[in-house]
């Protein structure tokens, strides 16, 4: 009967048994789980803050570079006398100090009437090659385009590395997906964002583009602002190095940047380990933050690691408290309740509270509450650092008495909430801070007030913001923009505005003001022979003595290299004319002593008169540079007041004028070349000659003689290029002419070319580039230019006649010293000058000269030419005389190479004869 009992009881206490291990599990499990969550909750609160701090890190970081950018775009639309050069060297210096900004880009908006001014002003800041480009859509690399009628080109570029001047030019409306940005740009009133997927050398980068507009004032109807944009100023942000710089990212942190509404990471930090286990994979924690106001979104993960749970306690506490779960489930399940409500409760308002003081820990900006009275109830880290004293100083005082406000303007304290809400004008405003130990910062004060659960009024929340350093930034930003770095005086952007106001008064007023534009002789050979810091040394010195020796308002500049400028205001001429005296004679007794040797200067002076007559600012430089020139031409150490009646004054102007058309066809390839034929009259077994000449293409139609540009390249040391250009395409020509050819080809040199010391390399370097026999050429030196510059003369035609090449002395008979260096030049031809030539049938005396020239040039063993051979009677008797060769309409015009087939003109030649 026992064991039947016992049989019959067993099922019941096995299902007891089973039943209790069950629900024991089931404890346990729901301990596990329950402490699962309250660490994942804990670690929730903390994760989610620093993940928002990344996040303000990051949006500081853009409001940083936005506020740079609209620093950078308002000194250049406040300046307009600030040039694109300028405002690359303000960006490179906000750049070494934001490690973020990868990059900085101008680009004017301009138009294709507009090409020809930018090259010339892109050649003045050293770009003489600039021109307007376009990404080759195979190779990726900038082109020449002229295609648009409106271009964005970019002209200045910070910091600039030598892969990237290749982009200088380059026009951004060609870009891909760029095509609307001037518009887009300008219709926004904040910087505007944009992620490219490429820009120049930078893959999936951010853009921050802010507009520049003409004029003082920023336009607000977006219709106006497209009218008057002047161009866009753009930084270059690197995603990777703004993740970078984040401070907080732990080892198992990861961060992310994506567009709004992108899949693919623009950057993102190195990621957490991968060999989690299974737990920690299952309580990841991933935050994803917008970033207000822009096309960006933060997304930060976590991966709680195995000790973070300590699990080694976790799972005995968990059996313990499951046994103990089950003895006192009934007797606490009501209790539990209650706890749980209360602890759940508890655990929010700490997690708040938890997360409050971790954001205001996290604020760089001061933070400080007061209540209803004013009296600080509260305050963060950064408001104790601002004010310069503990935050203990701060809690529990009356507010105006724990920190000290100041009116920048009037300096009166701010004593009373009221003056306080005035100052600020509609709750924000700019005040300076009394720090505990007596030193003053400019804050940026935001007043706000709060309310309490029932809605009743509970007191204020002010926040400062050091705005010191942006202050700073600013005056420097300013005074680098007006002030030459060496001397500190006034830049010429400063001086040209001074002129600008003058001009003005000059206008409205009817007063009169005096213009002195200084340039030091003789500071080359200082500076070429001392070096540059002798010469810096120089300038600063002669700035000093200058500035000694004029009134305390009168204002004086650096122009640029070793030119001044002076501008007397309400000053007349005879006066201005003794001020003038005085400065050079100042600079003719100043002695300059570099490692014991003793050098003077000179300084010639133009002195011109703003009176309401003035034209433009240009024609006021434009008449200081004439004046001065003309006083280098009277033997330097003078001084010349411009006046509009001087002839020589109307000259110099004149070819002022050529300048920047010989500077724009240089750069357009816009010359043509003429041949002239040189006919062997004496012997017909000689060969002939063939004479290239240059003419200028106008921008419109028609072409420019040679006498009416050569003039000013000669004076403006231009005519370097030019003969360049002349040897380069002339050989191409002859290169392609038969080698059977027996004909000379003549190539004129000036006396800038004679003086190059790398003219015989650049001749040889492109004969042998272009396959041509040296024997084939002959090259044309003037006289003047060659007595000018014998030694160089002498180096280039001994080099060029070893490699084979001619040379014939042009305009021989024009010089008062011809024949003493005759004996030692070696040659080959002497051209007559054409005013001998053209009346030898009627002027015995022309006649005389002509023959008397022949005979030296048989006695040097050398072949006479006669230029200015205009009629059959001339031809015949210069052939009666001797001479070898004759050039002139009669024997041949100009012609285009285009038009020209020498060997049938040889053909020609051999047919006849």
């Known amino acids: 009967m026992t064991k ?68 950078l775009s308002t000194l250049y639309q406040r300046d307009p006398q600030l040039d694109a050069g300028g405002l690359g060297l303000l960006a490179r210096d906000l750049i070494e100090t934001t490690p973020w900004i990868e990059l900085f880009t101008f680009q004017p908006l301009i138009t294709a009437d507009d090409l020809s001014h930018l090259s010339e002003e892109m050649y003045e800041l050293g770009l003489p090659g600039f021109h307007i480009s376009r990404l080759d859509p195979k190779t990726h690399r900038p082109v020449p385009w002229k295609g648009g009628k409106v271009h964005l080109p970019i002209v200045t570029m910070e910091p600039l590395t030598p892969a990237m001047t290749r982009y200088y030019g380059l026009d951004l409306l060609t870009l ?3 095509d609307g940005l001037p518009r887009k740009a300008a219709q926004s009133t ?34 106006e602002r497209m009218r008057q944009l002047r161009g866009l100023l753009i930084f270059v942000l690197e995603p990777e190095r703004m993740l970078g710089h984040l401070s907080g990212v732990k080892a198992n942190l990861e961060a992310a940047l994506y567009p709004e509404a992108g899949e693919q990471p623009l950057a993102e930090t190195l990621p957490a380990a991968d060999n989690l286990d299974l737990l920690s994979a299952l309580t990841g924690m991933e935050e994803s933050i917008a970033l207000p106001g822009l096309p960006l979104r933060l997304v930060v ?20 408290s499951g046994i103990l779960t089950l003895t006192l489930l009934w007797a606490w399940r009501n209790h539990r309740q209650i706890h749980r409500a209360r602890a759940a409760a508890e655990a929010r308002i700490d997690e708040e509270r938890k997360r409050a003081e971790i954001t205001l820990r996290a604020i760089s900006d001061a933070v400080i509450t007061t209540d209803i009275g004013l009296r600080v109830l509260a305050a963060n880290p950064a408001a104790g650092k601002l004010c310069g004293c503990p935050i ?28 306080l809400l005035e100052r600020t004008a509609a709750e924000e ?10 030193t003053q910062l400019a804050v940026h004060v935001t007043v706000s007030d709060y309310t309490d659960p029932f809605g009743n009024a509970a007191g204020f929340v002010l926040v400062l913001r050091d705005v010191s350093t942006e202050r700073d930034l600013t005056r420097r930003l300013t005074y680098q923009a007006t002030h030459d770095a060496l001397t500190g005086l006034l830049n010429r952007h400063a001086f040209e505005h001074e002129l600008a106001s003058a001009l003005h008064s000059a206008r409205e007023q009817g007063r009169q003001h005096m213009l002195c534009y200084i340039d030091l002789d003789q500071f080359k050979l200082i500076n070429d022979t001392c070096g540059h810091v002798a010469g810096d040394q120089v300038l600063r010195q002669v700035a000093g003595i200058l500035h000694q020796q004029l009134r305390e308002h009168d204002v004086l500049a650096r122009l640029g290299g070793d030119e001044f400028g002076v501008l007397l205001p309400n000053c007349p001429v005879e006066q201005a004319r003794e001020v003038a005296e005085r400065l050079r004679e100042t ?37 200081a540079d004439i004046a001065c020139y003309a006083a280098k031409e009277r033997g330097r150490d003078n001084v010349y007041l411009f006046s509009t009646e001087d002839r020589t004054l109307r000259e110099r102007h004149g070819q002022m004028q050529w300048l920047p058309e010989i500077r724009s066809a240089l750069s357009e390839d816009r010359f043509a070349l003429y041949l002239q034929p040189i006919e062997s009259i004496l012997d017909p077994r000689l060969p002939w000659l063939h004479e290239f000449l240059v003419r200028m293409c106008k921008e419109g139609d028609g072409e420019s003689a040679p006498g009416s540009f050569i003039p000013a390249a000669e004076r403006y040391d231009l005519m370097k290029e030019i003969d360049r250009w002349v040897i380069d395409h002339a050989l191409a020509w002859i290169a392609r002419q038969p080698e059977t050819l027996t004909d000379l080809f003549s190539i004129n040199l000036s006396g800038q070319s004679l003086g190059d010391p790398d003219m015989a390399d650049y001749i040889i370097a492109r004969v042998q580039e272009h396959g041509v026999r040296c024997s084939r050429l ?43 260096y005759l004996k030692q030049l070696p040659l080959d031809f002497l051209k007559i000058d054409g005013q001998f030539v053209h009346d030898i049938t009627t002027d015995r005396m022309d006649a005389t000269i002509v023959h008397a020239i022949r005979d030296i040039a048989h006695t040097l063993g050398v072949h006479s030419i006669a230029e200015f051979v205009e009629d059959e009677a001339t031809r015949d008797r210069l052939a009666v005389i001797g001479i070898d060769y004759a050039q002139g309409w009669h024997i041949g015009r100009p012609r285009a190479l285009e038009e020209i087939d020498p060997a049938q003109d040889m053909r020609r030649r051999e047919l006849g004869s």
């Open 4 to 71: 039947s009992g016992e049989r019959e009881t067993s099922p019941p206490r096995m299902r007891e048994r089973l039943l209790f291990i069950t629900v024991t599990l089931a404890a346990m499990l729901l301990t596990l789980t329950i402490s699962i969550l309250v660490v994942r909750s804990t670690h929730r609160s903390d994760f989610e803050a620093r993940a928002h701090s990344l996040a303000d890190q990051l949006q500081q970081q853009l409001e940083t570079a936005r506020s740079l950018l609209v620093v």
């Open 392 to 419: 203990g100083a701060l809690i529990d005082h009356p507010l105006f008495e724990a920190i000290h406000l100041i009116e920048e303007e009037t300096e009166l304290p701010i004593e009373h909430l009221s003056d």
């Open 429 to 438: 405003g700019d005040l300076l801070l009394k720090r505990a130990d007596g």
């Open 778 to 820: 002959c090259f044309e030196i003037t006289e003047t230019a060659a007595i000018t510059n014998f030694n160089e003369a002498m180096t280039l035609v001994t080099r060029l006649r070893q490699a084979g090449a001619r040379f014939a002395l042009d305009d021989f008979g024009s010089g008062l010293s011809s024949f003493a």
């Open 190 to 223: 904040t910087p505007l964002s944009l992620l490219p997927k490429w820009f120049l050398d930078y893959p999936a980068p951010m853009l921050l583009v802010q507009p520049t507009f003409a004029g003082l004032q920023t336009p607000s109807a977006p219709e």
């Open 176 to 178: 891909p997906g760029l």
């Open 301 to 320: 993960r976590e991966h709680l690691q195995p000790g973070d749970y300590a699990l080694g306690l976790v799972i005995p506490l968990t059996l313990l």
């Open 587 to 623: 600079v003719r007794e100043y002695r300059f002593r570099w490692q014991g040797k003793l050098f003077e200067l000179r300084a010639s002076i133009g002195v011109v008169p703003i009176t309401p007559k003035t034209g433009t600012l240009t024609d006021l430089l434009t008449a």
